[in-house]
């Protein structure tokens, strides 16, 4: 398995008013390329953007490189949802590797098999009893954990890793 933390990746809450759902998605669509999941997944945008499926209100937009701000986002969205920069609050940690479902089987609950969570999946979980979002995008998986914990996820991970193997890299 191999692991990279994105400690400054960008994470923006969309939250659309009600009523505003569709004209929320149709920006978050012009501007990255993506339409925003409508039920749990993910879905991958232009360049590092993603756009998580973050309940049944709304969405996070997730920029791996860190260089996407809430700011860029108030006023195409004005008028119709909530904007709120959950980048400080956040760490992103992505996962690659075969047995990466083996490991995160350890400590989840949702079923990481293939048929059971398939590419653009996603869930809102618990780690470490720590709330959690969970993505697949092809092999890999992404885990977006509260900022003020990442370093007992990432204990966690490590440890649940040593019988497998863990390969641990920079931010790129």
Do not use: N
């Amino acid at each position: 398995m191999t692991a990279i933390v994105r400690e400054y990746a960008a994470c923006i809450q969309v939250a659309p008013w009600r009523g505003r759902r569709s004209d929320t998605a149709r920006v978050l669509q012009e501007r990255f390329g993506a339409s925003p999941p409508s039920t749990p997944g993910v879905a991958p945008g232009f360049g590092a953007i993603i756009l998580v499926w973050g309940g049944p209100d709304g969405w996070l937009v997730v920029d791996g490189t860190g260089k996407l701000t809430a700011r860029e986002l108030t006023e195409p969205l004005a008028g119709s949802c909530a904007v709120v920069d959950q980048s400080d609050g956040k760490v992103l940690i992505e996962l690659s590797g075969s047995r990466v479902r083996d490991v995160l089987a350890k400590g989840m609950e949702p079923d990481f098999h293939d048929t059971a969570f398939p590419a653009g999946s996603a869930a809102i979980g618990k780690l470490c009893h720590l709330a959690c979002h969970v993505w697949r995008l092809g092999d890999g998986f992404g885990l977006l954990v509260p900022r003020s914990a990442a370093g007992d996820v990432w204990h966690w991970l490590v440890e649940a890793a040593l019988e497998f193997g863990i390969e641990i890299k920079g931010e790129t």
